[in-house]
């Protein structure tokens, strides 16, 4: 295994062991059950409910773990300086930086697969054959995995440079920009400056699009996502992720360590 | 006591409910992506608020449009909505919210943001028809819905009916029948049945009202009771309504349906104003 | 190349605090010094003069400002190098949810051992440090010592050249000490070279080839423990009862330190035979006769006044 996928595995290890990871996945698949009795209040929407709950309670989850532990990743090794012992050994610290990215995605990827086979199961339970519809499902839990990846690359970032709370913040506050982009970019306003127009248009190529990711509608209403969107979403996450990791890699690898 | 809190607490939700509502573009905003969910949500809600319209004063109505507003502005695609909407914003008072004009247009949102579903153009004609008594508009909706691959064949030949014969009362069973079997929702149900129970009664007291007339040649008067019609041997046995109560004949001699019957306090609720 | 383990070249570190950072505390000075290959080297100082700053200059924890550095020849920024160092961080703290073992067989997989020889080394380990029964218990309920333990096993067991202790002494008691103290001798005999850093100079002196002192981010001295301490005045220590008021040895009385009716002089050699006649003229009964050897703790303690008055006068001058 390569020194990455060596910290990679310790990673997911870590995460295996929190019982609070159980409890929230525990959460969610409650989350989704309750779905089902909400979906008995207005028959028609059943399915619609089951999926826009289930939906929401995996990507609200999967959002908090990968904030929270995202920003832990790095800040927790070195307040505890855990870190030091492992740095002497010969691996750089971008390999670690990459290991713990991959040992939490990992982990996200285990915990959203395992809210999403409860996901199924629901809708399974209420319309008993799926039917080709049920895929945009998947696609949209494929979708909410991508953006958690982002989601994890700014937390390491920030957390590589300032306070847990700060990153947490920076975090949060770029998801929630992040939302708006396309807003943004046209703005319609007849009182702001074009110079200020110009600039917020630049600023969001550059924040991360996380509207990209947003097909919730589709999966509750049984639409088809197109392929061709799959794979532009996935390059890029992709695409956005590395240079992400790799702004985190030269900050962290000038850091001065306590 | 509790019902003291009930009613206090009541007054506090009132309270809410008018906060909550501020405006549907903000709401969309702030719910990043959790839009559907939230549309589901206030969906239900809305749907409970028509059901407990009984438990206001007036059955009034105020906040349907806002929370159908808001519901259709999170979730677009969010067919059942504009349905049920529409019919009940068309609806009059007490039964509706009496804004025909506000569900047409509410109907023309679902139309834009949903092209493939025809049934829009049924409830739309249906509005037309029942509500507005625009059958020009009625019959053109008709048409533009018939255009779709999907629909079915009787759009067109309502197109073509209401065109030519405007109201009729055939025309007005065949909708609600329509409704009634296409609907899942429990309420848009019973509100159908409601309707065609009353459209049999007023039938039923139409042909009553014809045998009446032909007593009336026979005897010198008006019946008094259906047992009278029954007696001269024109109908072979009481003549029931719809929900099982016998009819009567008011003091002109007219049928009407038995005010014992829960038809009869329909009636007055299902009234169209003239 | 060959005979040098570690070699540290005007090595300067700088800190900087204060408002927008503007201000800079220097707390490692034109550090020049090398370590030879198979020796035991002592780093001494009070607290925060340097010691463990120099030693995460030399693992990359920190980056020097000026100056550089080799280990084996090689120059410190070359992470592949670690592959032959090894290094117990002060007061070192690892994954509380792994137990012994499964860190221990964690930081193995660094350096491409094979499953099995992993497995025999972390054994081995385990033994060597006397942690062989508390292998599977998770490091969350590892007292101290042990954690003591655990570090230095995680510092030797890729078979290192050089390796590097942070205080390794600290927070053990007197048998982990000496455990400790045995696995450096240990590890000398095996041909490694070992710097180590500690403010408890009996360790040093026990251990130690040679030693280097440092006090307030300045090398102040490096040589073997007796010959750093210079040439100091070899002297004698007379230990006396007294209890009567001469005025002849009334002089002699001033200069001891005097307990009860026991009295400690301390006297140059030569002086010693016309001393002793003086105190029993006086009536003094003898005790003791010892010579005093100046230690390694005068040498220091005297680095460290220099150094705290030097500061003061700087304070009060160069305003």
């Avoid at chain 1, 595995?9 to 609070?20: G, K, L, P, S």
């Avoid at chain 2, 939700?13 to 906060?19: C, K, R, S, T, V």
């Avoid at chain 2, 014969?165 to 409704?179: A, P, Q």
Wanted: hydrophobic residues 45%; charged residues 20%; proline residues 4%.
């Amino acid at each position: 295994m390569t020194r990455v996928g060596v910290v990679a595995w310790n990673t997911f290890r870590e995460a295996v062991r929190d019982r609070v990871l159980y409890n929230l996945v525990f959460f969610a698949l409650l989350m989704i059950a309750a779905a089902i009795l909400v979906g008995q209040i207005s028959i028609e929407i059943e399915q619609t409910v089951i999926v826009t709950l289930g939906l929401s309670a995996i990507s609200v989850i999967g959002l908090l773990m990968a904030v929270f532990i995202g920003v832990g990743l790095v800040s927790k090794e070195m307040d505890k300086r855990t870190l030091y012992a492992l740095l002497s050994k010969p691996v750089r610290r971008w390999e670690f930086l990459l290991g713990k990215f991959g040992g939490l995605l990992l982990t996200l990827t285990v915990n959203t697969a395992a809210m999403a086979a409860g996901l199924f199961a629901a809708l399974w339970y209420v319309k008993h054959p799926l039917d080709r519809g049920d895929s945009a499902v998947l696609v949209a839990v494929y979708f909410i995995l991508l953006k958690l990846a982002l989601v994890v690359a700014l937390a390491l970032l920030f957390s590589c440079y300032t306070s847990p709370l700060l990153a947490i913040l920076f975090t949060a506050g770029l998801y929630v920009a992040g939302l708006f982009v396309n807003e943004m970019r046209d703005l319609q306003s007849a009182t702001m400056a074009p110079g200020m127009k110009a600039f917020l248009r630049w600023l969001s190529y550059l924040l991360p699009n996380f509207r990209n990711f947003d097909v919730m509608a589709s999966a509750a209403h049984g639409r088809a996502i197109p392929g061709m969107l799959l794979a532009q979403n996935t390059a890029y996450a992709a695409l956005y992720c590395a240079i992400v990791l790799a702004a985190a890699a030269t900050i962290f690898s000038r850091r001065n360590l306590k | 006591m509790q019902q003291g809190i009930d009613a206090q607490i009541g007054g506090l939700h009132q309270e809410q409910d008018e906060l909550v509502l501020r405006s549907a573009p903000m709401l969309r905003m702030m719910s990043l992506e959790y839009a559907p969910l939230l549309a589901d949500l206030y969906w239900t809600r809305t749907v409970q608020y028509y059901g407990s319209k009984n438990t206001r004063p007036e059955h009034q109505l105020d906040l349907l449009w806002p929370l159908l507003d808001i519901t259709t502005t999170l979730d677009p695609n969010l067919i059942p909505a504009y349905s049920f909407g529409s019919t009940f914003l068309a609806e009059p008072a007490p039964r509706g919210a009496g804004m025909p004009e506000q569900a047409i247009k509410f109907l023309n949102r679902g139309i834009r943001a949903n092209p493939d579903y025809w049934r829009f153009y049924e409830d739309m004609g249906f509005i037309y028809y029942f509500d507005m008594r625009n059958y020009e508009k009625a019959s053109n909706a008709f048409l533009e819905g018939s255009k779709n691959p999907a629909a079915l064949p009787w759009m067109k030949v309502l197109a073509a009916r209401v065109s030519e014969k405007g109201e009729s009362r055939e025309t007005s069973v065949f909708l609600w029948n329509e409704i009634y079997n296409s609907s899942t929702d429990a309420q848009l149900k019973q509100n159908a049945l409601t309707h065609l129970r009353l459209l049999r009664a007023q039938e039923d007291c139409e042909r009553l009202d014809v045998l009446a007339e032909e007593f009336g040649k026979r005897r010198g008067r008006r019946p008094t009771s259906v047992l009278d019609l029954v007696n001269a041997g024109l109908i072979p046995g009481e003549a029931v309504d719809p929900l099982g109560f016998v009819y009567v004949f008011d003091a002109d001699g007219f049928a009407q349906i038995n005010p014992t019957s829960p038809l009869a306090k329909d009636q007055t609720l299902y009234q169209r104003p003239m | 190349m060959a005979g040098t383990a570690i070699e540290i070249e005007n090595l300067t570190k700088d800190y900087p605090f204060g408002f927008l950072h503007l201000k800079k505390k220097r707390s490692l000075e034109g550090l020049t010094m090398t370590v030879e290959d198979g020796e035991v080297f002592g780093f001494l100082g009070p607290n925060g003069a340097g010691k463990s700053t120099t030693i995460k200059l030399l693992m990359s924890l920190i980056f020097p400002t000026a100056g550089t550095a080799r280990i084996l020849g090689k120059p410190i920024s070359d992470i592949g190098m670690h592959r032959d160092i090894g290094y117990l961080p002060e007061q070192p703290y690892f994954y509380d949810y792994l137990t012994a073992a499964e860190l221990l067989d964690y930081f193995a997989r660094f350096f491409d051992l094979k499953a099995t020889e992993r497995r025999e080394r972390v054994g081995r380990m385990l033994k060597k440090v006397g942690l062989e029964t508390a292998g599977k218990i998770q490091l969350r309920k590892y007292s101290k010592g042990m954690l003591q333990r655990v570090g230095l096993a995680q510092a030797i067991l890729h078979d290192p050249k050089v390796v590097i202790l942070d205080e390794p002494m600290s927070g053990l008691d007197p048998l982990g000490r000496r455990e400790v103290r045995d696995i450096i001798l240990e590890l000398k005999r095996e041909g490694r070279t070992i710097l180590f850093s500690t403010h408890i100079l009996s360790d040093a002196e026990m251990l130690c080839d040679r030693v280097g002192v440092i006090v307030g981010g300045k090398l102040r001295g490096v040589g073997a423990p007796d010959e750093i301490v210079g040439v100091k005045a070899h002297g004698m220590e007379i230990l006396f009862e007294y209890a009567g008021e001469g005025a002849q040895a009334s002089g002699l009385l001033s200069q001891a330190t005097r307990t009860g009716n026991r009295y400690r002089l301390q006297v140059e050699e030569e002086k010693l035979y016309a001393t002793l006649e003086q105190l029993r003229g006086a009536g003094a009964r003898i005790l003791s006769v010892t010579q005093v050897k100046a230690s390694l703790e005068e040498y220091f303690m005297h680095l460290v006044e220099a150094d705290r008055a030097q500061a003061a006068a700087v304070e009060v001058h160069g305003k």
